[in-house]
T-cell receptor, first 111, second 116 residues
Framework: DQQVKQNSPSLSVQEGRISILNCDYTNSMFDYFLWYKKYPAEGPTFLISISSIKDKNEDGRFTVFLNKSAKHLSLHIVPSQPGDSAVYFCAAANTGNQFYFGTGTSLTVIP | EPEVTQTPSHQVTQMGQEVILRCVPISNHLYFYWYRQILGQKVEFLVSFYNNEISEKSEIFDDQFSVERPDGSNFTLKIRSTKLEDSAMYFC??????????????FGSGTRLTVV
């Protein structure tokens, strides 16, 4: 029951360039989406969120885009920095308590 | 910055034994959660807890699992008779309110449970 999918398990980007991480979902009832970053041996850290009434939310170098018709969201990191190297999870919920997580994308930013 | 604290960081237990994973959520948070991540797989929801009772649980959270808030600060996950497939990272999380704009959980750093 993979309601949230991250089809790219890994991504490598040069420092200073844009990182684009993608996420697809199947449940049209989802109306709240988050991105988490996770370093090894640590818990996930909340990064940025978006609700279904918006199609874009920006916070510094991080921007999340939501395309409801395509059931697709993406996280853009500009410019990418080596400290951004981590596993990124997208998660979705339908205003309930439970979030459904994707399997994660491991981002490596090359200095 | 307030943190969610989990202990121990690593627990090794024999199959069939009971384990208790401990969490101290952020003090003014009202909603508490357990998630787990089996190595190489996605983070999976186990249970949510509010007002001293379970508000939602997943299919994973069967009769072998229980949660408790024994005092005003701790939130525990008990597995009564561990199985090999219970080996995973277990994450506790808390939030001040249900999902809403610009809100996310605060996760602890996790307890790695290894069942042998």
């Amino acid at each position: 029951d993979q309601q949230v999918k991250q089809n790219s398990p890994s991504l490598s980007v040069q420092e200073g360039r844009i990182s684009i991480l993608n996420c697809d979902y199947t449940n049209s009832m989802f109306d709240y989406f988050l991105w988490y970053k996770k370093y090894p041996a640590e818990g996930p850290t909340f990064l940025i969120s978006i609700s279904s009434i918006k199609d874009k939310n920006e916070d510094g170098r991080f921007t999340v885009f939501l395309n409801k018709s395509a059931k697709h969201l993406s996280l853009h990191i500009v410019p990418s920095q080596p400290g951004d190297s981590a596993v990124y999870f997208c998660a979705a919920a339908n205003t309930g308590n439970q979030f459904y997580f994707g399997t994660g994308t491991s981002l490596t930013v090359i200095p | 910055e307030p943190e969610v604290t989990q202990t121990p960081s690593h627990q090794v237990t024999q199959m069939g034994q009971e384990v208790i994973l401990r969490c101290v959520p952020i003090s003014n948070h009202l909603y508490f959660y357990w998630y787990r991540q089996i190595l190489g797989q996605k983070v999976e929801f186990l249970v949510s807890f509010y007002n001293n009772e379970i508000s939602e649980k997943s299919e994973i959270f069967d009769d072998q699992f229980s949660v408790e808030r024994p005092d005003g600060s701790n939130f525990t996950l008990k597995i009564r008779s561990t199985k090999l497939e219970d080996s995973a990272m277990y994450f506790c999380a808390s939030t001040a309110r249900r999902t809403g704009a610009n809100y996310g959980y605060t996760f602890g750093s996790g307890t790695r449970l290894t069942v042998v």
